[in-house]
């Protein structure tokens, strides 16, 4: 019961949600001043302790002990609530509601006071008995670097969720009671789920494991790590070393596991009690004897799951036979189904016909993944050019990554130079984007490039996940969103990159063990090579010593990084053509960088990305990007490092437009110095937790049109500065929760059209200068503060009120 409590609200959330209420009717109930004021008082003390005091408890598994406590908390937000509903005159209620006000804060009292200084000694009890074998686990956990933060302040980023299946699926209700049947009854422990890739394995393991009878035996003990073909053996030690001792059955699913995987997984079941083990592979793992074949979707299966993918809703089908011959030829390969059904829906019919004959040259069988690659291949042959290119950068990423949306789009705006008109565009079916908020050359090329992203989402050659659901909101926001790729088609996009002489390839996708380059780039140190894109993937053995490749002609550089120092090479000196370079670190620490200083020698360089790259101790000030129009830093240590080079930073960056920093931790002040780089127009400094001040000269960005700041929730006020931005358009503070008003003269942003200002729970009234706000399209808010804005309504003729519910969509932090 416990367990479930807190997992449907943290003990420390549970405390927020009551002191919000606390400060929300501060003003509405005076005839309860007092208790309200008390009651304050002894939650803000209680707060910053409650995130330590569930983790301990967690850990220790004695949820049950704060049970009664997070039940109170709960109680207390609805007493609360309900003493705001009480009417003034009221004065034969009032003295209970006082009374019940003092009870619940007595008991808060009580419980930091006595309850937790006797279950403190407790613990210390316990703790002598265990002592020896936590510091045996310690060393262990030390081996594999486990820290529930380390120094840097990044948590780990191990989750073992499972995520939720599609709401639509066909022929697995019968393999799923086989597989429960095997699951709940036999004495095996370890149970292998085989199929080639695309065969729906892993939508079935997911459908299991929210199975309503599975949950009722394993209840919160059910995992889901994929491990993929180069398996991340810390994530399998640490899902042992702290979900595993628990005496209750344990359900672990361990999806696409490889062959030769096997010891890590046989190293990971010894010696557990009450488990078992779901291991989904495309290979037949004989050395387990419990082993299920998933088989293909027989004739009415098939067709129900193709006509899902190719047909709308009361859309008429085409022939019969036509539509027979379509979906044999697929041979009940559900992915082949599906995507062979997306690059039909809405075509005339000229174009099945086409289809058919395609599908009837003798390759219809689809037996083994060459024979699907095969038939994938007919799906993305007719693309047209922008959106097949940006199929083939896919392959420039590791397999099972989650891939930015923002990193494809930054590399199709300079690769491919798409111009044409703006167009409003639906990525899905609950987000639209409207084209009002475009109308630049950097805005056009931007949505021309998530339209092909929007192409071969509509054809299942990727799937997008919204890292931030805002539906309605400007284009600024498409960015919010990964892409991910079955494993087959990304085979099928680096089969096609690989096609042809190799030194005449307009893509070359290097991966290096250790620190082997592979045999057939070794020309390349002799030769130039004519590619336009470079991917270089490396492992956690680099140590970062270069071959001199010779890549005068890359326009795109991407380096896919695990160490936990890297060297940048020296040969990109010579790549006078670079445009956009993207550094991702996959590894478990933030990586650092060195050779920085190369940067400064690319004169054609407009675009860079880091993401989880540290640079404390590094010195920006000898690097000139003259060119660089935008700048991205993604959970990046880079606080320090802006601050000492603050003073330089426009003669360092002197052409920039757009600067992103989202998940920097380590950021606690905006430089200053970013307000001397006058040709800014975008400014997105979100998520970024500690964040708590803003530099007095913002008014200095003279040309800034876009300002973003959502989640900086230590952000405490907007300067006045700020209402001097004549250019900017588009304002977020949504989620600031410590911001407590907007600038008086806020009515003087003579252009701002949409402001963004969900969930800020301090806000508790707007300036009257907001009547001044002419232009003023659209505030997307929560009710409370959609209130705030009604009282202005009738002098802002043109402005909407869209009023949307908190949705947190973490499923994109996955793996």
Not at 80 to 105: A, G, W
Not at 272 to 301: G, H, M, Q, W
Not at 782 to 793: I, Q, V
């Amino acid at each position: 019961m416990a367990g479930a409590l807190i997992g449907e609200a943290a003990l420390g959330v549970v405390a927020s949600e009551l002191l919000k209420s606390v400060i929300l009717i501060y003003k509405r109930a005076r005839a309860f001043k007092s208790r309200l004021e008390q009651l304050e008082s002894n939650l803000k003390s209680l707060i910053p302790r409650c995130m330590e005091i569930e983790e301990l408890y967690r850990r220790l598994g004695r949820y049950h002990e704060i049970e009664d406590f997070a039940r109170l908390l709960n109680k207390g937000k609805g007493l609360v609530e309900k003493c705001t509903k009480l009417h003034p005159l009221n004065i034969y209620m009032r003295p209970k509601f006082s009374r019940d006000l003092q009870k619940l804060d007595n008991k808060i009292a009580h419980f930091c006071s006595v309850d937790l200084q006797l279950q403190n000694t407790s613990t210390m009890l316990r703790n002598s008995i265990v002592n020896d074998q936590i510091s045996k686990k310690f060393d262990t956990l030390l081996s594999i670097g486990r820290s529930s933060m380390n120094e840097n302040g990044y948590e780990l980023r191990f989750s073992y969720s499972p995520q939720r299946p599609p709401s639509f699926t066909v022929g697995l209700e019968e393999p799923l009671r086989e597989l429960k049947i095997k699951l709940l009854k036999d004495t095996e422990t370890m149970y292998v789920l085989c199929a080639p890739g695309g065969c729906g394995k892993t939508t079935l393991a997911k459908i299991l494991c929210h199975d309503l009878e599975i949950k009722g035996i394993f209840d919160k003990n059910i995992f889901f790590l994929t491990l993929s073909k180069v398996p991340d053996e810390r994530a399998l030690d640490y899902l042992k070393m702290t979900h595993m001792e628990v005496d209750s059955p344990k359900l672990v699913v361990l999806d696409d596991v490889w062959s030769g995987s096997e010891h890590l997984i046989d190293r990971f079941s010894t010696g557990i009690p009450d488990l078992k083990i779901l291991v989904t592979s495309r290979f037949e793992l004989r050395r387990y004897r419990s082993l299920y074949k998933l088989k293909l979707l027989n004739y009415e299966d098939s067709k129900k799951l193709f006509c899902e993918s190719a047909f709308h809703p009361n859309y008429p089908m085409p022939d019969e036979d036509v539509l027979s011959k379509i979906i044999r030829s697929c041979n009940g390969f559900p992915i082949a189904l599906t995507v062979v059904g997306k690059s039909l829906k809405g075509q005339p019919w000229v174009v099945w016909q086409k289809k058919v004959i395609q599908l009837s040259n003798g390759q219809t069988v689809l037996d083994t993944e060459e024979a699907v690659l095969k038939q994938l291949k007919q799906s993305v042959d007719d693309l047209e050019t922008f959106p097949m290119e940006c199929f083939l950068n896919l392959a420039s990423f590791p397999e099972d990554v989650k891939i930015p949306a923002a990193a494809l789009i930054d590399m199709s705006v300079e690769l491919y130079k798409q111009c044409a008109s703006p167009a409003a565009m639906v990525l899905d079916s609950s987000t639209q984007y409207d084209v009002d908020d475009l109308g630049n050359e950097d805005d056009d090329e931007s949505v021309y490039g998530l339209d092909n992203i929007c192409q071969l989402a509509d054809r299942n050659l990727v799937n997008t996940m919204v890292t931030r659901e805002d539906p309605g909101e400007a284009v600024s926001f498409c960015f919010d969103r990964v892409v991910t790729q079955h494993d087959l088609l990304r085979q099928l996009a680096i089969r096609e990159c690989n096609e042809g002489r190799v030194e005449d390839r307009a893509r070359l996708i290097i991966e290096i063990r250790r620190n082997n380059i592979p045999s057939e780039f070794w020309k390349f140190i002799n030769q130039p090579s004519n590619a336009s894109l470079v991917s270089i993937t490396t492992d956690e053995n680099f140590n970062s010593y270069w071959s001199d490749l010779q890549l005068p002609n890359a326009e795109v550089l991407i380096l896919n990084v695990r160490t936990k120092r890297y060297t940048l090479p020296n040969f990109m000196k010579m790549m006078n053509k670079l445009k956009v370079l993207i550094i991702t670190n996959y590894g478990f620490f933030p990586t650092e960088i060195d050779n920085l200083q190369i940067l400064g020698s690319l004169s054609s360089l407009r675009r860079i990305r880091f993401e989880r790259i540290s640079f404390r101790g590094l010195d920006f000030n000898d690097v000139h990007l003259c060119s660089l129009m935008k700048l991205s830093f993604v959970m990046c240590d880079i606080g320090q490092a802006l601050e000492n080079c603050s003073q330089h930073l426009s003669e360092m960056l002197p052409s920039l437009r757009e600067v992103d920093i989202s998940y920097c931790n380590d950021l606690e002040d905006l430089p200053s110095g970013i307000c001397d780089i006058v040709p800014l127009r975008k400014l997105s400094v979100t998520n970024c937790h500690k964040l708590s001040n803003l530099p007095d000269g913002l008014d200095g960005l003279s040309n800034l049109e876009v300002l973003r700041l959502h989640n900086c929730i230590e952000l405490l006020e907007l300067p006045d500065s700020i209402c001097r931005l004549q250019k900017l358009r588009l304002l977020d503070i949504s989620d600031c929760h410590s911001l407590v008003q907007l600038p008086e003269h806020f009515g003087r942003l003579p252009n701002l059209k949409t402001l963004i200002m969900n969930q800020c729970s301090s806000l508790l009234d707007l300036p009257f200068s907001v009547m001044d706000l002419e232009n003023l399209r659209w505030v997307h808010c929560d009710g409370e503060t959609a209130d705030l804005w009604k009282l202005f309504e009738s002098n802002l003729w043109n402005l909407k009120l869209i009023v949307q519910k908190k949705d947190f969509n973490l499923n994109w932090l996955h793996g």
